[in-house]
């Protein structure tokens, strides 16, 4: 057998005359798991699309079981034996979970789909990785974490010799991510090779064999997960030392400015009340499912209330739309950054200015003028790699794509800004930003409200965590008190 199942040597990429991969080289064994690590943007997702025949290289060369390789789509990528679970989800709402796990290699009787083989695979495969879902359920009835776990039956289905993992476990809890990772171990006592994308550290000392680490388009190195550590780790990928992953910005805490009193929407969220001060990050933690989204949602008026009351500065006020939250002041950076954050088509330009459009017109008509010096404001403080202000979002990294998002609400100068998962799937530098405008905000008077499903980045960052589960509030700890094992228990509805 091969040292490799599978070699990319010099793979060279270029969008528009600008370099995305230079001379980049990646070697796969049978039954490794191999970290892809390196910042946002610095050519993960260009150089796996190539593999699965999404993008076509410009020079270089793949090879697979020692042959020369060249996929044209994925569906050719996946008659070869590789597969991808890809990041940013792209289930098919209306297809129940069997369809989706088969669309495109359909089981069949003789010419006829044989739709009662895909549902009892469906089930076994469901089954095997401890999901509670009913094949015909429609994908868009479940949760973000739930299609995750879809997506991960259907790449592991089609019996793959590598398979692509993009922050896999970006949106599952820690039982869940147990789960994956021992399906990890039994695919690599199989003989397959999985490529592992992940800015979870843990995750990736944990689970993987060899690390490749790329910067800026480029080969930086390869090295065995026992030769390297965190610090040495963040080093190759961002080219200096990141000492302090948790900036916290100390800020003067003031009145209260925001009070949730009895919030109730459904069974999702039943009897919530908290407050949140000026100058105050605060954080809300808990499994999925907890309600912590649901919550957030009903008091930004994307989903009606069906009880209690809001009052911002003692002001009782009425949300029913996100109309009145922006009106009254409110912000509200989305989970789903690409379902409901962001304009994939739309230029960097457009999507910044989208929400705060009202302050840019000059005499009623849009001044193209404002919204330029806006976007160049945003870009430059906010740090948006991007080409220009004209760059299509859908080509930004993720990280980048977060910062847009951010920027747009942020160019509505809001007074509370709710931020949802804001960091999730975006790399170590990216996060350290995005850590650092939330202690400048608060700092300037602002206040924050955060959800993470990292207990750590909650830990780090936040002055006060509350903690939900099954829709209910069970534990609040102030700084002094964090400790880990509290927010677990709390999450959990364990008294400790």
Not at 359 to 366: S, V, Y
Not at 420 to 446: F, H, N, Q, W
Request: glycine share 8%; charged share 25%.
């Amino acid at each position: 057998m091969a040292e490799y199942i599978l070699e990319m040597k010099d793979i060279c990429k270029s969008f528009s005359g600008v370099k995305a991969l230079d001379k980049v080289s990646l070697n796969i064994k049978p039954g490794e798991v191999h970290a892809l690590m390196g910042e946002n943007g610095a050519g993960k997702s260009t150089l796996m699309k190539i593999l699965m025949g999404i993008y076509s290289l410009d020079s270089g060369m793949i090879t697979m079981d020692g042959e020369v390789y060249k996929a044209n789509n994925p569906k050719e990528a996946m008659n070869v034996g590789i597969s991808m679970i890809h990041q940013e989800l792209n289930p098919i709402l209306d297809m129940p979970v069997y369809e989706n796990i088969f669309v495109g290699r359909e089981l069949r009787n003789g010419p006829l789909v044989d739709s009662g083989a895909e549902i009892r695979e469906a089930k076994r495969l469901l089954e095997d990785l401890g999901i509670h879902v009913s094949p015909h359920t429609l994908l868009r009835d479940l949760s973000v974490a739930q299609c995750q776990l879809i997506e991960i039956i259907k790449a592991i289905s089609i019996n793959a010799k590598v398979i692509i993992m993009d922050e896999p476990t970006s949106a599952i809890t820690d039982h869940e991510v147990n789960v994956l990772f021992s399906h990890i171990d039994n695919l690599r006592k199989q003989g397959v090779a999985i490529i592992y994308i992940s800015h979870r550290m843990e995750e990736i000392f944990q689970i993987c064999d060899r690390i490749t680490v790329m910067r800026d388009g480029q080969y930086i190195g390869t090295d065995t997960t026992k030769n390297l550590d965190e610090n040495k780790l963040i080093k190759m990928m961002v080219g200096r030392e990141i000492t302090d992953v948790f900036p916290k910005v100390e800020a003067a805490i003031g009145e209260v400015v925001f009070e949730a009193k009895n919030i109730s929407r459904g069974k999702q969220v039943e009897d919530v009340s908290f407050s949140l001060h000026k100058g105050e990050i605060l954080g809300i933690a808990g499994l999925v499912g907890a309600g912590r989204t649901e919550l957030v949602e009903a008091l930004f008026g994307m989903d009606r209330i069906s009880g209690g009351e809001v009052f911002i500065h003692k002001r009782k006020v009425e949300i029913r739309s996100p109309r009145d939250a922006i009106k009254n002041g409110l912000a509200l950076v989305t989970e789903d950054r690409k379902g409901s954050g962001l304009n994939l088509g739309g230029s960097v330009e457009d999507n910044i200015t989208t929400v705060a459009i009202k302050k840019l017109l000059k005499a009623g008509l849009i001044n193209r003028q404002n919204m330029r010096e806006a976007a160049d404001q945003y870009i430059e403080k906010l740090k948006i790699k991007t080409s220009s202000r004209n760059q299509a979002v859908g080509y930004l990294s993720g990280g980048n794509q977060q910062k847009v998002v951010i920027s747009k609400w942020l160019l509505t100068d809001p007074e509370i800004i709710i931020m949802d998962e804001p960091t999730r799937g975006i790399d170590v530098g990216a996060k350290r930003d995005i850590y650092l405008l939330m202690g400048e905000l608060v700092k300037s008077g602002k206040s924050v409200i955060v959800i993470s499903s990292e207990i750590p980045e909650l830990m780090g960052t936040c002055d006060r965590i509350l903690v939900m589960a099954e829709g209910h509030i069970t534990g609040e700890l102030n700084r002094e008190d964090f400790a880990q094992e509290h927010i677990m228990s709390y999450a959990s509805a364990i008294e400790v």
